[in-house]
Nanobody, 116 residues
Framework: QVHLVESGGGLVQSGGSLRLSCAASGGTFSFHSMAWYRQVPGNKRELVAIVTSGGSTHYAGSVEGRFTISRENTTNTVYLQMNSLRPEDTAVYFC??????????WGQGTQVTVSS
């Protein structure tokens, strides 16, 4: 299992931007698909964006065109650039790592709050 540490969350006004980072250690980062999930208290955790080991990306419809996921295999880091933020983007954002045949890993989460 890889160890994941998120950073970059905070408070931002509606329309603003934030960039989340997730630093991975303890595994072969380049072999993992990496993703960002988010969760609002009382709701299920939902997938925001994923980038595969091959670099393919997929986004939830609610963030398509506003968020960009990227990875740097040289630094074992995955990013989530969030633009045009909305109050409904307010949530705890979690980093996730998955590799076939290995147990998945979660970060501890970072709070993103968007004020209206």
């Amino acid at each position: 299992q890889v160890h994941l540490v998120e950073s970059g969350g905070g408070l931002v006004q509606s329309g603003g931007s934030l960039r989340l980072s997730c630093a991975a250690s303890g595994g072969t980062f380049s072999f993992h698909s990496m993703a960002w999930y988010r969760q609002v208290p009382g709701n299920k955790r939902e997938l925001v964006a994923i980038v595969t080991s091959g670099g393919s990306t997929h986004y939830a419809g609610s963030v398509e065109g506003r968020f960009t996921i990227s990875r740097e295999n040289t630094t074992n880091t995955v990013y989530l650039q969030m633009n045009s933020l909305r109050p409904e983007d307010t949530a705890v954002y979690f980093c996730y790592a998955n590799r076939i045949g290995r147990p998945p890993s979660w970060g501890q989460g970072t709070q993103v709050t968007v004020s209206s």
